[in-house]
């Protein structure tokens, strides 16, 4: 498992983050541990949750599962301390019976209106009760999980710099956030000597959003030249494989994921991808990740958050893919 510096901070994370998000929820306890365990024994050590995860797989759920089940394999294994935990705050679900009130599926406009949001007393509350669930005493990055536009950035980024200075988290992040957003937010950690984000999370694969979409948590052009410009800022890429739709064109047909990035490109990119797969004897799925790991321009960490064993072990062989020159070529220069 190879490691990248976190920003400009020192810390050697893994290249391949593991996402706890199902975990405690869809995913199964025993799952959880056994993924958790192999993650680590094969030199994994960025783990990533959040506060809200994940009360969205059914209603008897409310957020909280993934960082308590964590708690629980910290204190059954003792290994907190090899590895760097990320979990995220800002986007807990206030009024869960009304999102899921008559419905099958929760209302995701009603549960985005009831964002907890970054004031300052709902951070310091939201990081105790993560510290309190995941059975430790400090955080090693925290995220601002989704862009609070509602609340002065003086008053999140004074509340973080405090919760930085109490010894509760040692990094700060930002999440689903425009690059306009983010330069403010550096502008006045600088101005005001407050800590600034080492690592940004966004939603990054290998095709490209489709033109003229406007999307608060998928990388554009902008924010790629932004990364490039600024590596004290290390991208996290959230949904690398899309829920794994590029092994299935059946399952990509309507999919909501592929919904950012649907038209002629999609498909032109789809082809290559598809033919160089065959051609190495891999997945879709895996050369894709693959393809992410090579990227150094910028360097970036592919967050994959499986459901299953199954599907863990299927994105470790993309750690072993090693992509020539001129296939990286075909990949980048593929689209129509």
């Known amino acids: 498992m190879r490691t990248i510096e976190?920003?400009?901070?020192?810390?050697?994370?893994?290249?391949?983050?593991?996402?706890?998000?199902?975990?405690?929820?869809?995913?199964?306890?025993a799952s959880s541990f056994t993924m958790l365990d192999r993650y680590v024994d094969a030199g994994g050590n960025f783990l990533d949750t959040a506060n809200c995860y994940a009360w969205w797989p059914g209603r008897q759920y409310t957020g909280g599962e993934s960082e308590s089940l964590l708690g629980r394999w910290f204190t059954r294994t003792g290994r907190r301390d090899q590895v760097f935990l990320a979990t995220k705050g800002s986007a807990w679900v206030h009024n869960l019976d009304q999102v899921w009130a008559g419905r099958d599926e929760p209302d995701w406009d009603l549960a985005r209106a009831n964002f907890e949001g970054a004031g300052a007393q709902t951070l310091r509350r939201a990081v105790d009760d993560s510290l309190r669930r995941l059975r430790t005493d400090h955080i090693d990055l925290y995220y601002v999980h989704v862009d609070d536009r509602a609340t002065p950035l003086e008053e999140t980024l004074e509340a973080l710099a405090g919760i930085v200075r109490a010894g509760k988290v040692r990094y700060l992040g930002w999440s689903n956030v425009r690059t306009w957003r983010l330069e403010r937010i550096r502008q006045l950690c600088q101005r005001n000597g407050w800590p600034a984000p080492v690592a940004l999370q966004q939603q990054h694969t290998y095709l490209r959003r489709r033109a003229g979409l406007v999307h608060d948590s998928i990388v554009d052009d902008e924010q790629m030249d932004y990364l490039r410009s600024h590596d004290d800022l290390t991208l996290v890429a959230y949904s690398p494989i899309l829920k794994g739709v590029y092994d299935d064109p059946a399952k990509r047909r309507g999919h909501p994921a592929m919904e950012p990035y649907e038209g002629p490109d999609a498909q032109a990119r789809l082809a290559v991808l598809g033919e160089l797969a065959d051609e190495l004897g891999v997945t879709p799925n895996q050369l894709v990740l693959a393809w992410l790991l090579h990227q150094d321009?910028?360097?970036?960490?592919?967050?994959?958050?499986?459901?299953?064993?199954?599907?863990?072990?299927?994105?470790?062989?993309?750690?072993?893919?090693?992509?020539?020159?001129?296939?990286?070529?075909?990949?980048?220069?593929?689209?129509?």
């Open 6 to 29: 976190l920003g400009r901070t020192g810390e050697q994370v893994s290249q391949l983050a593991l996402g706890c998000m199902l975990m405690g929820t869809a995913t199964d306890e």
């Open 297 to 336: 321009s910028p360097p970036l960490v592919p967050l994959i958050g499986p459901r299953t064993v199954e599907q863990y072990e299927a994105a470790l062989p993309a750690l072993d893919i090693k992509l020539t020159d001129d296939q990286l070529r075909r990949l980048d220069t593929a689209g129509a």
